[in-house]
């Protein structure tokens, strides 16, 4: 005790000589300025939350909801442009349909090109990821802060997260951050007017599953989808007809709720998946997938993930056959899993998710299958499934149909002239005729046909006169 003692009296003797100060004043004086700090820190942090319950309106979005990604967009867009993030998250961006590869030259079959040395056309994207910036809208000040790892981003940033965003301005109302919001709205609509974003369950740890975008995409045009003509129209019009807002008001003067649901049904590779995303397209539609085979889910967060889409959107229950969900093979009929089920969703959760009481409403709901014939009642009873489209093999119109979609723009092409172009498309009109007439009527899927066609692709008399050794082959390894 007394050597230390000892030592720390030589110490502050050798610091008075060297430095000319008396260390005790300088260690006192060092913790009235730490006090100080924490008081003045302490009373900031008293007098934000003060400021924030009465005078600092808040908003927050979460990450699942679509106005996340349009918030994200605008300030990209507008606030941080050209200006620095504490924070950035890096990421590659692919989904840019819109933006060709800039490629050298014409394509020559025998010139290889390696992509390495041409530019992609996936971008760099730096978006906000923790921190906060000021921005003014409309001549208010708001702050935009978006939290990687709980308040103050402290801690290690939990990159596969996205963390919700929040919105203040120091106004007593939240007017001008809804203001803000129906312009970030309108911005993320029009940029993406011809765009469909397909959302899907993502799993974040064994608890948290919630939905995230995936893609956003050039939606499918509609006339691309090789499907009877009576068909596609009945569909196109009952969905126009049940969007409409005076149909919501009619389901509601009758109290039915407001929901749809329609079944495609067909052999694979036959277009369900397409023709649900076409209409998406259509009526400018966002797509949710939701999955029955998808182990790390429950069957309440089935519910719930299915009850949290928005009012108005598609969603796509792929293969509903393949969960194997039926009732059991009980007497009383009751509905309970049965053993063949190869999902943790049994078939009454799925009936609930439907249409229970916290089904959303408005949305379309598209499930497709393979084996309509194995689906139990329950699930395919009207209002459950109001309309059931069937899916075939193609006819020999059919496949004429998409031949010609498949060389649309040979006759297109904007190097003829307008009679040129008219005695180029009765050519490969006569093309599509003989190239169906050498193809057997419902033997092949479009998928399988359409395989066939991309080998050929801008070469549709090549594909005319290999057609037939196709078949062959084809129907010798059926
Ligand atoms: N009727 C069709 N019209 C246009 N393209 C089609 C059609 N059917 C299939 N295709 C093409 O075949 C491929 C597979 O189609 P799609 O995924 O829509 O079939 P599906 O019926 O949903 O198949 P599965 O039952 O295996 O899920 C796609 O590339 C699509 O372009």
């Not at 740890?205 to 009945?234: C, E, F, G, M, Y």
């Amino acid at each position: 005790m007394s050597t230390r003692s000892g030592v720390i009296s030589t110490l502050v003797e050798v610091v008075r000589k060297t430095l000319n100060l008396d260390p005790l004043v300088v260690v006192n004086s060092g913790l009235v300025v730490v006090g100080l700090i924490t008081s003045l820190r302490s009373a900031a942090q008293v007098l934000y939350t003060y400021a924030e319950n009465v005078c600092l309106s808040t908003v927050h979005v979460r990450a699942e909801d679509p106005l996340y990604e349009d918030v994200v967009r605008w300030m990209n867009d507008h606030a941080f442009r050209g200006r620095n993030f504490l924070s950035v998250l890096a990421q590659t961006n692919n989904n840019s349909d819109d933006k060709p590869i800039r490629c050298a030259g014409q394509l020559d079959p025998d010139r290889l090109i390696s992509y390495r040395e041409v530019e992609d056309n996936s971008f760099l994207e730096l978006k906000p990821f923790c921190g906060s910036r000021i921005f003014r809208f409309q001549r208010t000040w708001m702050l935009f802060s978006h939290a990687a790892s709980g308040p103050g981003c402290f801690g290690p940033p939990q990159l596969d997260m996205n963390p919700p965003l929040k919105l203040q301005c120091l106004s007593v109302s939240l007017a001008p951050i809804r203001k803000f919001l129906d312009e970030v709205r309108a911005y993320g609509r029009k940029v993406s007017v011809s765009n469909v974003t397909i959302y899907r369950t993502t799993s974040f740890s064994p608890d948290l599953i919630r939905w995230s975008s995936v893609a956003s995409r050039l939606s499918r045009d509609i006339s691309t989808v090789i499907l009877d003509k009576h068909k596609k129209q009945t569909i196109l019009r009952d969905i126009n007809e049940y969007l409409h807002p005076q149909t919501r008001q009619w389901y509601a003067n009758h109290g039915i709720p407001y929901r749809r649901g329609y079944l495609f049904s067909g052999p694979p590779g036959t277009g369900k998946t397409s023709l649900a995303s076409a209409i998406a397209g259509v009526f400018g539609l966002n797509i949710y997938v939701l999955s029955l085979l998808d182990p790390t889910m429950t069957e309440s967060q089935f519910a719930r993930l299915f009850s949290e889409v928005p009012t108005r959107c598609v969603v796509l229950l792929e293969d509903v056959d393949a969960a194997g969900l039926n009732r059991a093979d009980t007497e009383d009929d009751s509905i309970q899993r049965s053993a063949k089920a190869n999902t943790s969703v049994s078939l009454s959760g799925l009936l609930n998710a439907i249409d229970g009481v916290s089904s959303q409403e408005g949305r379309i709901l598209i499930m497709t299958t393979n084996a309509p014939q194995t689906l139990d009642r329950a699930l395919i009873r009207p209002g459950r499934v109001d309309v059931h489209i069937r899916f075939e093999l193609p006819s020999h119109e059919e496949l004429r149909d998409l031949f010609l979609s498949m060389y649309s723009e040979v006759h297109q092409n904007q190097q003829f002239s307008p009679a040129e172009q008219k005695m180029e498309a009765a050519k490969l009109t006569e093309l599509a005729v003989r190239f169906a007439a050498c193809l057997p009527e419902k033997q092949f899927s479009i998928a399988e046909v359409q395989g066939f066609l991309l080998q050929y692709k801008r070469r549709p008399g090549e594909a005319c006169s290999h057609v037939e050794h196709w078949v062959e082959e084809m129907e010798f390894e059926k």
